[in-house]
């Protein structure tokens, strides 16, 4: 069963920028899918942004242009999968999860990103 551990999570200006770094316990050339979601404060769980094994990246239509994220397939990889973050808005605070697998596979415990305005 793999770990999933985030970091890079903190508190930033409206317009800042973050690096949320996810970093696993396996293989992530295991998992088709690798990802990020978020969860506000009374909201549901929503994708942000995954990277497929093979195939187009797909990305939240409110944070396109602004996230980017990077899954390292290489042989020698990290096993970490990033997710970087610019022009930061206040709504996109948020408790930021990895996703390994799908929505039924394995999950991080989340780190939180908070955008003050």
């Known amino acids: 069963q793999v770990q999933l551990m985030e970091s890079g999570g903190g508190l930033v200006q409206t317009g800042g920028s973050l690096n949320l770094s996810c970093a696993a316990s396996d293989n992530i050339l295991e998992f088709n899918t690798m990802g990020w979601f978020r969860q506000a404060p009374g909201q549901q769980r929503d994708l942000v942004a995954v990277a497929p094994l093979i195939g187009r990246t797909t990305y939240a239509d409110s944070v396109k242009g602004r996230f980017i994220i990077y899954r390292d397939n290489a042989k020698n990889a990290k096993n970490t999968v990033d997710l970087q973050m610019n022009n930061l808005k206040p709504e996109d605070t948020a408790v930021y999860y990895c996703?390994?697998?799908?929505?039924?596979?394995?999950w991080g415990r989340g780190t939180q990103v908070t955008v003050s305005s």
């Open positions: 996703n390994a697998g799908g929505e039924g596979g394995f």
